[in-house]
């Protein structure tokens, strides 16, 4: 049974400052996927990783995927309010007809 | 604008009754999926579609039930058999290969009265 983890769950840090979240799953998988979501709302899509190495950006946001290690790193930079949300990483291998879900990092921006 | 749209936003159940949350997408996806969702917590699985009229449990499938008798459409029942169904229900859909990952609803919010 493939399982997904994020650390840390809770996540407070200053304005200005960098810092990683980390999804560590269970078997090998190619795919991967981040999403964000704000308070009483749904997911919106962040990055979509397909295979080993794949690096995205947008913004302040840096996600990665290490296959190898079943390791994928969610990275921000230079912090703003804005960025406050929970964020969900979700591994989904080649054959697998669903995504599996890590249990959410609640981050919150302090100006 | 193509999109998945889940109705109603808000829905409020009495103690036995059954209610339907609707979910309709017009992204020509062909899997469709339904996760409940705790205050605080992450995604629960319940029911999830790849093709027309076939559907599978997820993990807390128990006092749910679904629908798919067309593409666009994937209705989920809450049953009186569902103790507490007070919860965040979140709707998605997503092509078989997920090479895109699923696009979400904005959800129902559904609260036993």
């Known amino acids: 049974e493939l399982k997904v983890e994020q650390n840390p769950l809770f996540l407070s840090m200053q304005e200005g400052k960098n810092y990683t979240i980390y999804c560590n799953y269970s078997?090998?998988?190619?795919?991967l996927y981040w999403y964000r979501q704000d308070p009483g709302k749904s997911l919106e899509s962040l990055f979509v990783?397909?295979?080993?190495?794949a690096v995205k950006q947008e913004g302040r946001l840096m996600a990665s995927l290490d296959t190898k290690a079943r390791l994928s790193t969610l990275h921000i930079t230079a912090a703003v309010h804005d960025l406050s949300a929970t964020y969900f990483c979700?591994?989904?291998?080649?054959?697998?007809?669903?995504?599996?879900f890590g249990t959410g990092t609640r981050l919150t921006i302090i100006p | 604008d193509g999109g998945i749209t889940q109705s109603p936003k808000y829905l409020f159940r009495k103690e036995g009754q059954n209610v339907t949350l609707s979910c309709e997408q017009n992204l020509n996806h062909d899997a469709m999926y339904w996760y409940r969702q705790d205050p605080g917590q992450g995604l629960r699985l319940i029911y999830y579609?790849?093709?027309?009229?076939?559907?599978q449990k997820g993990d807390i499938a128990e006092g749910y039930s679904v629908s798919r008798e067309k593409k666009e459409s994937f209705p989920l029942t809450v049953t009186s058999a569902q103790k507490n169904p007070t919860a965040f229900y979140l709707c998605a859909s997503s092509f078989r290969h997920l090479n895109y990952g699923y696009t979400f609803g904005s959800g129902t919010r559904l609260t036993v009265v």
């Open positions: 979700a591994s989904g291998p080649f054959g697998n007809e669903k995504l599996t």
């Open positions: 078997t090998t998988s190619d795919r």
């Open positions: 579609s790849q093709i027309v009229n076939d559907f």
């Open positions: 990783l397909l295979s080993n190495g």
